[in-house]
C-alpha cells in the first residue's frame, strides 16, 4: 500500500550512529574556538603595557661611598614602548587614610655620583630598557616617615607609583629590606 517516508532524519538509515565522523566534528569545533581563543590572547597581550618594578635598598660600592641608597628600578618587558613620566608613592588602607606623593628627583649639583647617573624623566621605554633613581637612604627614609605617619599598619601598605604617558599606574609594594628600615625609623619616631 502505501509507505511513508520521513525527510529529516538526524541518523544514517541503518540507525546506527557514525562515531568516528562525530567525534571528528566534535574535535574541529574544539580546535577552531582554541584558535580563535589563542590568537585574541596574542593580540592583547602585545598590546599591554608590561614593566617589572623593584624599590629596595642598596649599598654602593668600589669608587663610590659605601653609602645606602632607595634604589628604584623598571624594566619595561614588554614588546610596547612606554613613556615614564613621573614616580610617587600610595599608603594607607582602601580609602581610610590613603595619601599619595610624587617624588621629586632633580638632584642639586652637589649630588653624590650614584645620584648622577640616575634617569632623567620623562623617559622611553623600549623593550628591555631600564629606568633607575637612586635616593639617599636616610633622606628618604625621614620623608617616608614623615609621610606614613606613625602608623606602622598604614606603613606596611607603602608602595611605589610608576606613571605612564598612557595615564596608565603601576604599582609595587616596597621590598622587606627597606619596610624593615622604615619600621626602625618609625620606632625612633615614637620614642
Known amino acids: 500500500m502505501f ?3 520521513s525527510s529529516v532524519s538526524a541518523w544514517p538509515l541503518n540507525d546506527k550512529i557514525n562515531f568516528s565522523t562525530s567525534i571528528a566534528t566534535w574535535l574541529t569545533a574544539v ?4 584558535a580563535v581563543i589563542t590568537s585574541l590572547w596574542f593580540a592583547w597581550s602585545k598590546n599591554r603595557l608590561r614593566l617589572k618594578v623593584h624599590v629596595g635598598l642598596m649599598v654602593a660600592m668600589g669608587d663610590i661611598t ?3 641608597y632607595c634604589r628604584i628600578r623598571a624594566v619595561n618587558i614588554g614588546l610596547r614602548p ?3 613620566t613621573n614616580i610617587g608613592w600610595k599608603c594607607g588602607i582602601w580609602h581610610w587614610g590613603r595619601k599619595y606623593a610624587i617624588q621629586d628627583i632633580s638632584f642639586s649639583p652637589s649630588a653624590s655620583e650614584i645620584q648622577k647617573i640616575s634617569s632623567k624623566l620623562p623617559l622611553l621605554l623600549n623593550h628591555g630598557d631600564e ?8 633622606n628618604w627614609l625621614e620623608s617616608a616617615s614623615s609621610f606614613v605617619g606613625k602608623n606602622r599598619i598604614i606603613a ?3 608602595k611605589v607609583t610608576v606613571f605612564t604617558s598612557t595615564d596608565e599606574v603601576i604599582e609595587k609594594k616596597v621590598s622587606g629590606d627597606l619596610m624593615k628600615a ?3 625609623t618609625l620606632k625612633d619616631v615614637q620614642r
Do not use: C, R, W
Not at 580546535?31 to 582554541?34: K, N
Open 156 to 158: 606596611k601598605s607603602l
Open 3 to 5: 509507505e511513508v517516508y
Open 182 to 184: 622604615l619600621s626602625g
Open 131 to 138: 629606568f633607575n633613581v637612586y635616593l639617599p637612604a636616610l
Open 66 to 68: 659605601g653609602d645606602q
Open 82 to 84: 612606554i613613556t615614564i
Open 31 to 34: 580546535g577552531t574556538i582554541g
